[in-house]
């Protein structure tokens, strides 16, 4: 079979099982209401967000230059940096130039073939991706199990063990449990690995993550990992935890040894966003109201961060309804497998504390709407 022959097969076997993927362009000054970024504290747009990213490429560059050991670090990483790990109340943080690497680095820096990784079912991918390179041993136990953890980590013999998870899930939008999680951790010597996408700037006192809101901030068990592309507004991903891990993944973890470093534009607008939510701490309980009202109306759990996830009959019928949608003036995701842990097609809607409330008003009329017509065909 030629390479054009398994192209072709591969593509039919997606638009047959409707899990074809495509691009579609969005222009500038598109006016659709967009329930579907993940920009949930709508800073992205914010006038010194975008001020300070303007300036840092007119002062710095459209690129960092290098890698970030080379020349690719600027006083704007270390700043913000600095700004970060106070933020979030951990002791050093370290900038990557996607939330992808940094979770691929803290993984495949501290575990080798000696490792036990105990990973929850629902992490991300790129959890996932990290612990396959690794080439730890690996246990995937399920969801939000505790005990299968603790089972997990006395089973693993004495070797180092890390135990991967989410502070809140970008899928279900449930919370883990963490203060659980990190007690079960320190009685076997091992290391909670928590991934805060979803809580930094959503979850715990103004927005400083989940770690934070528990008092699991400075637990010398738990390392935290963050992205600057969802409440932040702009790209980039980021390690908290001690200085020790730190300059151990300064000198071994290889994507950010060999990756260009994050751009100065992202780098100072996610700055910049920290700034504004520091100075704007009630910013977070405005996702939370929204997205309770939303949950109710739509009939589903309501979630610990600004994910919520409405359950459809099949990927198609998933389709149809966020075609349905923008149709309508409202944008809106669509989970379908392989991005779904539990293999159920879902619309999935984020929560906005930008948007004015005319706009989010009728985004909610119009999504209500369409899910309740498109969750009864078969």
């Known amino acids: 079979m030629s390479w054009a022959e398994w192209f072709a097969g591969q593509r039919a076997a997606r638009e047959a099982a409707g899990l074809q993927r495509v691009l579609r362009p969005r ?29 840092a490429a007119l002062v710095w560059g459209a690129g960092a230059g290098a890698s970030r050991l ?10 913000l940096e600095r700004e970060l790990a106070g933020f979030t109340g951990r002791a050093a943080a370290l900038v990557f130039s996607t939330g992808y690497h940094a979770n691929l680095s803290v993984v495949t820096a501290l575990a080798d073939r000696d490792t036990v990784i ?43 063990a ?43 006192d103004g927005g400083r993550g989940l770690l934070h809101g528990l008092g699991l901030h400075d637990h010398p068990h738990v390392v935290m990992t963050a992205t600057l592309s969802k409440s932040l507004g702009a790209m980039g991903g980021a390690v908290l935890g001690s200085a020790a891990l730190i300059d151990h993944l300064v000198n ?14 992202p780098a100072a607008g996610a700055l910049a966003a920290l700034r504004v939510l520091r100075g704007q701490p009630g910013l977070p309980s405005r996702i939370h109201e929204r997205g309770a009202a939303l949950a109710d109306r739509l009939g589903v759990p309501r979630s610990a961060g600004a994910v919520l996830s409405v359950p ?12 349905r949608a923008l149709a309508a003036g409202v944008r809106v995701g669509c989970f379908r497998p392989p991005s779904v842990p539990d293999g159920v097609s879902r619309l999935r809607i984020t929560t906005h504390a930008g948007l004015d409330e005319m706009s989010w008003e009728r985004a909610v009329g119009i999504v209500a709407a369409v899910a309740a017509e498109h969750r009864q065909l078969v």
């Open 312 to 323: 459809m009959p099949s990927p198609r019928i998933a389709l149809a309804a966020q075609a």
């Open 252 to 265: 071994r973890a290889r994507p950010f040894i060999f990756d260009t470093g994050l751009a100065p534009a």
């Open 70 to 79: 080379v020349t690719g670090t600027t006083t704007l990483h270390a700043e």
């Open 27 to 55: 222009a500038a000054g598109d006016e659709a209401i967009d329930l579907a970024n993940n920009d949930y504290l709508g800073l992205s747009g914010h006038p010194d967000v975008r001020r300070a990213a303007g300036e």
């Open 162 to 204: 890390l135990v991967l998870t989410e502070s809140i899930f970008s899928v279900l939008g449930d919370a883990a449990p963490l203060a659980e999680l990190a007690e079960t951790c320190a009685a076997h010597a091992a290391l909670l690995v928590v991934d805060e996408a979803h809580g930094l700037g959503v979850a715990g």
């Open 118 to 160: 105990v990973s929850d079912a629902h992490v991300h991918a790129s959890l996932i991706d990290a612990a396959r390179l690794s080439r730890a041993v690996i246990r995937v136990v399920p969801h939000n199990d505790v005990t299968a953890v603790r089972d997990a980590l006395a089973a693993a013999g004495g070797r180092r």
